[in-house]
């Protein structure tokens, strides 16, 4: 499909469409679940767990192609500015996040579900403490309890995440 729009067949057109709107599913999954976050919910702190985060964990483990680091770096941008964070903050650690499990896509092939939980673990502690970290500069009163607080709602909404990417995967993205 080298050639020009114009000397493609209508079947050629749409299998073209289709395939760009293919690769763009998990990156507009991933902006929903981050206005997800942006629900009023009266609780006190950070408690709702940081879908988009989530949604890059799953999609740089099982399919990294459809999620290159340029998508996750704007969808950080995205993600820094309807959250009010620091611009920049999410989408330097949505690059790392995408980067670290990206260039270990071998290591998650034929894993049980469980061994991706045991990553996802260790990986939304880090992404959490990094967030607190790189927000001391700016607010250095800020304690680190909330960020766990945080870290702990992540995990637990990690299977759901994973089970709503999964059906995404498997229903709309390798479909067409």
């Known amino acids: 499909m080298t050639q ?10 749409l ?13 507009l999954l991933i902006l929903g679940s981050m206005l997800i976050m942006v629900l009023p919910v009266f609780l006190p702190g950070p408690t709702l767990p940081h879908l988009p985060l989530l949604g890059v964990y799953y999609w740089s483990t099982h399919r990294p192609n459809l999620l290159p680091a340029w998508a996750a770096f704007l969808i950080g941008l ?3 500015i309807v959250l009010g964070m620091p ?10 996040v995408r980067a670290g499990l990206g260039s270990q896509i071998t290591a998650f092939l034929a894993r049980p579900y469980i ?3 045991a990553v996802a673990a ?19 009163r ?4 909330p960020f766990l607080v945080q870290a702990a709602t992540t995990l637990a909404a990690w299977p759901l995440m994973t089970r709503l990417c999964a059906l995404a995967q498997t229903r709309l993205v390798d479909k067409w």
């Open 15 to 27: 299998a073209l469409l289709l395939s760009a709107w293919r690769t763009a599913i998990p990156a």
């Open 78 to 80: 995205a993600v820094d």
């Open 115 to 117: 061994f991706g939980l």
């Open 87 to 96: 611009l920049g903050l999410n989408a330097l650690l949505f690059v790392l």
């Open 4 to 13: 020009p729009w114009v000397l493609m067949t209508r079947e050629e057109r």
């Open 142 to 145: 800020i304690g680190l309890t």
């Open 122 to 140: 260790p990986v939304i502690l880090l992404f959490q403490v990094m967030t607190w970290t790189l927000l001391l500069p700016f607010e250095p």
